[in-house]
Each structure stands twice: as C-alpha cells, then as structure tokens.
C-alpha cells in the first residue's frame, strides 16, 4: 500500500543575489536522490572518503529547477508538482479527508513559489 505521507524536495536556481558573489551550486540530482557536496572537503585528502564528502538523500519525488537545462526545468514545472503532490490531496479533501501539504525549508528557498506560483 502506498504511503499516506510522501515528501518531496525542490531545488530552486541560483539567485541574482548568489551569483553576484560567485556563489556555486553544490547540489545535484538523480531521480528521486540529492547529493549534496561539502565543499570544504574538496582538495583535503585528510577529509575521508566519498561519502563523507557527497552526502545522499532520498524522496519521494525530486525537483531540479537549479540546472540550466531546460528540459530538466521543464520536467520540474510547477504543473508537475502539482500533478505529482497537489491533485491527490484535492481529490482527498473533496471526498471529506482530512489534507494537509506544507512547505518547510529556510526564508528564500521557494515554498511560496512552490505553493502559489509567482
Ligand atoms: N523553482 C523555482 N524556479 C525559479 N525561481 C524560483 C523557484 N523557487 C523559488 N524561486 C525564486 O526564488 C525566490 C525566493 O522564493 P520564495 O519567495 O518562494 O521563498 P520562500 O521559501 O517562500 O521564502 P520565505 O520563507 O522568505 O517566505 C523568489 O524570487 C522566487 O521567484
Ligand atoms: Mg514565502
């Protein structure tokens, strides 16, 4: 049976703000995975292996909006998104179940965006 709680990650592109200061996006995505670099591991051997350096994490789903390509922004559209996690809890909530879908993450990261659009 699927689970009744799913949880999703996006990464949201680069802001002017960040690439104003050559800020590098360490994050990158594979299916359902995100790996996430430590960038003050680079260039120490001292650090340990890969895995103390790339750490993994699995969801549900995953968005990558962070990539320039446009075919992978295009995959995470936000009619995707809702496609994915929103026309489940409306169908629920129509029939009289109790939905609930948050977003949670630091100011800026996109849950407004996410949520509403623009
Ligand atoms: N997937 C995305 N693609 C393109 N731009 C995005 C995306 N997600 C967020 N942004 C942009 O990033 C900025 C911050 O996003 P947003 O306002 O949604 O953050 P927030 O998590 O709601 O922040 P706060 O906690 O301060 O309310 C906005 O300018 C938004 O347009
Ligand atoms: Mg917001």
């Not at 680069?14 to 050559?22: A, C, N, P």
């Not at 960038?39 to 699995?58: I, L, N, Y």
């Not at 446009?70 to 995470?76: G, K």
């Not at 129509?94 to 949520?115: D, I, L, P, S």
Request: proline share 2%; glycine share 8%.
């Amino acid at each position: 049976m699927a689970s009744n709680v799913r949880v999703a990650v996006r990464v949201r592109p680069l802001s002017r703000k960040e690439t104003d200061v050559q800020a590098r996006n360490i994050i990158s995505t594979g299916g359902n995975c995100i790996n996430i670099t430590n960038v003050k591991a680079e260039g120490q051997p001292e650090f340990g292996d890969h895995r103390e350096r790339v750490k993994s994490f699995t969801f549900d789903y995953c968005y990558d909006n962070a990539s320039d390509c446009i075919e992978t922004t295009e995959l995470a559209s936000q009619e995707l998104v809702y496609q994915d996690l929103g026309t489940e809890v409306l169908q629920a909530a129509f029939e009289g179940y109790n939905a609930c879908m948050f977003a949670y993450g630091q100011t800026g990261t996109g849950k407004t965006y996410t949520m509403m659009g623009y």
